[in-house]
């Protein structure tokens, strides 16, 4: 009987176990979940807009829960969804927007996309918590303002409709534009904000001249259709070019690399860490999902312009870093260098490289975001970034020396963290496609070495100079919280990449193999 009893439960727990599995991986559930994840950000703006500005508590524990929401559903559809055995386009979401003119309002899901959504969701709930108490008026719209990014973000990483990508590409600008300007740290900000707005929107209007080319060349915007139409070599040099002027402005690259340092100098932490850790990468997203598979004569013709800029940039920017004594615009000016050498990696165009790419852009946004999230931790203590007014803090913030030491190390390309295995990949690939340009991308690693570990040695050894220090804290459980699972990513992405590896590296498959076989 007992035994009877014990089958009839392990039947039951099994045909549970099987019905829950069924309503989990089933379509209607996980299109519920991706449609959810994509509008929980405007819910919230909604449900702020109804809270009194004095309930400050509130509102940051609501914004804040709703971002971790946005989070969790993100992360439940990297494991539903089957990113390693299919590399088309899932969730696809078609909605009739204007029919006279064939727009549509679509999203949808690969293995490429959700790695960038992973790492905005993931970010922008620790911009929140740093956020907590450095951030002391107009906090209500302070937050709608990073959740209205936080939608604009998503959406763009799902457009499947090259207008759709474009109004959200825009869109970003009007948020980011406030949170410099109103919420920054000095008296420069109105100038960075209007800076970064100004170079930004430039290159952009060049490309909906081209997007506009293309819907009468094409008779849609759909992407999906785009992939299958043609171009001719003169129209695909113009188009290319097109594209290229406004990416390079958000990647970015010489000479509009003005604007950066500014932007990241005078907005607040979590700005920074946004700027640094996603916006940066909405260039190199571009790139690798419009430019290089709809242009490929385009890209093919205009690549020793690229190598030459970009070699330029990771040369000039390691230069310049190393004389800079802001600590902000040192992480700044490593920023442009890795973004970089990312894209000497994404225009080499072989599986190594391509691969090694997207993983160094993927562990840029975590070391940048890290190394600005410790800016804006001794910030809040001394209200200086001066880098002469700091030593030997190793002394009294154990702790926080040893975040900052694996940050370094990350940055520097450290075997065993993330940011070796992206940049030892782009190496190997771009030795295979040119020896040269392999050398010279090679010492932005001598110069980065040289940058960083000063820059650490500066501030954490020596005597400490009492006449400037005199808060002798370490990290608070808040801030252990913000920086830990950063440092966890790092080890686990330098220890075992695969991780990663798995849910794009099919999705570059496919969509360089027509590349791949033109060139080689």
């Known amino acids: 009987m007992l035994s009877y009893i014990i089958l009839s439960c392990n039947e039951f727990l099994m045909n549970l176990s099987l019905l829950g599995y069924f309503f989990f991986v089933s379509d209607g559930f996980l299109e519920l979940v991706f449609v959810l994840m994509l509008v929980l950000p405007l819910i919230g703006i ?26 969790f559903l993100s992360v439940l559809l990297v494991i539903l969804i089957d990113f390693e055995n299919n590399y088309n386009f899932q969730l696809i979401f078609d909605l009739k927007w204007f029919e006279i003119l064939n727009l549509k309002y679509s999203l949808g899901l690969d293995g490429l996309s959700i790695l960038f959504i992973l790492l905005t969701t993931f970010l922008i709930p620790l911009c929140i918590l740093a956020s907590w108490y450095s951030i002391n008026y107009r906090i209500k719209l302070y937050l709608i303002a990073f959740l209205f990014t936080e939608f604009f973000l998503l959406n ?31 008296f ?75 932007a990241h100098v005078e907005a607040p932490t979590a700005g920074s860490v946004l700027l640094a850790g996603v916006l940066l990468k909405l260039g190199t997203y571009g790139f690798l999902r419009f430019s290089i598979p709809l242009f490929i004569y385009g890209t093919e ?4 312009l690229l190598y030459t800029f970009s070699l330029l940039a990771v040369v000039y920017s ?81 702790i926080f020396s040893m975040f900052f030491l694996i940050f370094t190390f990350a940055n520097i390309g450290m075997p065993g963290t993330s940011s070796f295995i992206g940049e030892f990949l782009i190496i190997i690939g771009i030795f295979q496609y040119n020896t040269v340009v392999a050398f010279l991308a090679s010492l932005s690693l001598i110069f980065g070495a040289a940058y960083a570990v000063w820059l650490y040695n500066r501030i954490f050894f020596g005597s400490i100079q009492t006449n400037y220090i005199t808060n002798f804290m370490d990290l608070s459980k808040r801030e252990f919280v913000i920086l830990f699972p950063l440092i966890l990513i790092i ?27 033109f060139v080689y």
């Open 318 to 398: 390691s230069l310049t870093t190393i004389r800079q004594i802001d600590l902000k615009k040192i992480i700044a000016y490593s920023s442009v260098v890795h973004m970089n050498f990312a894209l000497l990696g994404l225009f080499t165009l072989n599986i190594q490289s391509l691969s090694g790419s997207i993983f160094l852009m993927l562990s840029h946004g975590i070391v940048s975001g890290g190394l600005f999230l410790c800016v804006g931790v001794i910030y809040d203590r001394y209200h200086t970034r001066i880098l002469y007014y700091y030593n030997g803090l190793n002394y009294f913030m154990p």
């Open 301 to 304: 013709f205009f690549l020793p």
């Open 491 to 517: 080890l686990i992405g330098g220890i075992y990449p695969d991780v990663f590896f798995k849910l794009y590296n099919l999705s570059i498959y496919n969509y360089f193999q027509n590349y791949i076989s």
């Open 46 to 71: 909604l449900i702020l807009f109804f809270i009194k500005a004095y309930n400050l508590l509130l509102i940051k524990q609501l914004t804040l829960l709703i971002t971790v929401l946005v989070f």
């Open 156 to 186: 763009i990483f799902c457009a499947l409709d090259l207008f759709l990508f474009y109004i959200f590409f825009e869109s970003i600008l009007i948020p980011m534009f406030l949170i410099i300007g109103v919420w920054g740290s000095r």
């Open 188 to 262: 420069r900000r109105i100038h960075a904000s209007y800076q970064f707005f100004l170079y930004t929107l430039f290159g952009s209007l060049i490309m909906l001249s081209a997007l506009i080319f293309i819907y009468f060349h094409v008779g849609s915007t759909d992407l999906k259709v785009i992939y299958n139409s043609s171009f001719s070599n003169y129209r695909q040099l113009f188009l290319w070019f097109a594209f290229f002027l406004s990416f390079a402005v958000k990647i970015p690259m010489m000479p509009v690399h003005i604007w950066l340092p500014e």
